[in-house]
Every structure is written in C-alpha cells, then in structure tokens.
C-alpha cells in the first residue's frame, strides 16, 4: 500500500512565526502536491512538484513555499505564519503516468 | 486554467432514496475526472474516475463533454455513505499532473 505520511498531525504556532510542514512517501511517486482544506471552499492548491527540484504554483501560492530535495519528501513552508492561514493541510502523491492521488492524514495548523 | 464548481454544499437524503451530486468543470484540454471520497476520521480516497467507467460501491458518474459535467449517482443511498464527496479534474501530463478539486459537498444519510 501507498503511504503518504505527515509530520505533524496538529500544530500550533505564533504569528510570524516560520513554520515546516513535511510529507513523505514511500512509492517513488513523481509528483506530489500540498493542499489547504477549509469549509465551503474545499481542497485547494498551493504547490505542486513533478520532480526533484521542480515545483510550481497552484492557486494560492501567496504566503508558501515549497522544497523537494530528494524524491520521497516535499516540504510545504510559511515564512511568516499569519491567522489565516490556520486550516487543514493535505499532502498528496501522483505516480508518474499515473492517475490516483494517495493523500496523508492532514495536519490541523492553528495560527494564534 | 482548471476549474471545478459543486454546486450543492449539503445532501441531506434518506436512506434507500436516490442521490445525485453535481460536478461541472472548465478546462479547454483533454481532462480526466474523478470522485474522492473522505468518511469521518479517515484520510481523502480515490472513488472513482471517469475512464474507468466502473460502478464502486453502487456509485457511477457519467463525463458530459457537452454539458461539461461528470455528476455522481447512487440508486439507493445507504447510512455509510455519509461522507464528504469532492470532484477532480487533472489535466494531465500537458498540465503537469496539476489536480484540481472542487468545494466538497457533505451527503447525510438518515435512516
């Protein structure tokens, strides 16, 4: 079976603080993805990476970034944690070719 | 640019009656469509994707190119799908795999 496992599974942290959050995966996946869930808004994308080293913007880019330094792991980074960016995140794994997401168990951010 | 709209935000069906959940999509390529499904306390899971055109756990979704649509069927709603439904729509290797998703719509089955 596929695992894509997160770090944490609750955070809490200072406004303006630098926050990581870390996924891995452990089936050679070539892309991987971060999400935020909220409410009514559903799942949407900050960052995407379809390689090592490569990364792209997804819908709300503004206020991440991201780092894929080996294959298995993608960083997801807050350089300065603000209130609103309190919400679930999803990391997610796509095999090369192919077409099922395997997502981690999320990570609960609480911006105080 | 991709995009996915559900329009319902809240199913609230009983059990053995029929559901439908509403997808429509934007995307000017080739697009593959999928259903995830998220129960309580577990993580988001594949359902199912349209070129697959399989029936899983009595649901099916049909893609409409016309209509752009990929809506969700079940003839008879059962307690256990009480769940969280989100529609995706990836591009494909043209887009760089990005996976987009829709807003969610929460089915409540009630005896």
């Known amino acids: 079976d596929v695992k894509v496992t997160q770090s944490s599974r609750y955070l809490v942290k200072r406004t303006g603080e630098k926050v990581f959050l870390e996924c891995v995966q452990d089936?050679?996946?070539?892309?991987m993805f971060w999400y935020r869930q909220d409410p009514g808004l559903g799942l949407r994308l900050i960052y995407f990476?379809?390689?090592?080293?490569?990364?792209e913007k997804g819908d709300i880019p503004e206020g991440y970034s991201v780092s894929r330094e080996k294959k298995e792991r993608f960083s997801l980074i807050l350089e300065s944690a603000s209130t609103n960016q309190t919400s679930m995140y999803l990391c997610?794994?796509?095999?090369?070719?192919?077409?099922?997401?395997?997502f981690g168990q999320g990570t609960r951010l609480t911006v105080v | 640019a991709q995009r996915v709209t559900q329009p319902e935000k809240l199913l609230s069906v009983f059990k053995g009656a029929p559901v439908e959940l509403k997808c429509n999509y934007s995307?000017?390529?080739?697009?593959?469509l999928f259903w995830y499904v998220q129960y309580s306390r577990q993580r988001l899971q594949l359902l199912l994707r349209?070129?697959s055109r399989e029936s899983i756990k009595g649901f099916t979704a049909d893609l409409n190119k016309g209509e752009t649509s990929f809506h969700l069927k079940k003839p008879f709603a059962q307690e256990e799908d009480s769940a969280m439904y989100y529609c995706?729509?990836?591009?494909?290797?043209?887009?760089?795999?990005?996976?987009?998703f829709g807003g969610g719509t929460r089915v409540l089955v009630k005896p």
């Open positions: 997610a794994s796509i095999r090369g070719g192919g077409t099922e997401a395997f």
């Open positions: 089936m050679d996946h070539e892309n």
């Open positions: 990476s379809y390689d090592v080293k490569m990364k």
């Open positions: 995307y000017s390529g080739s697009p593959e």
């Open positions: 349209h070129i």
């Open positions: 995706a729509l990836s591009g494909g290797v043209a887009a760089g795999n990005k996976l987009t």
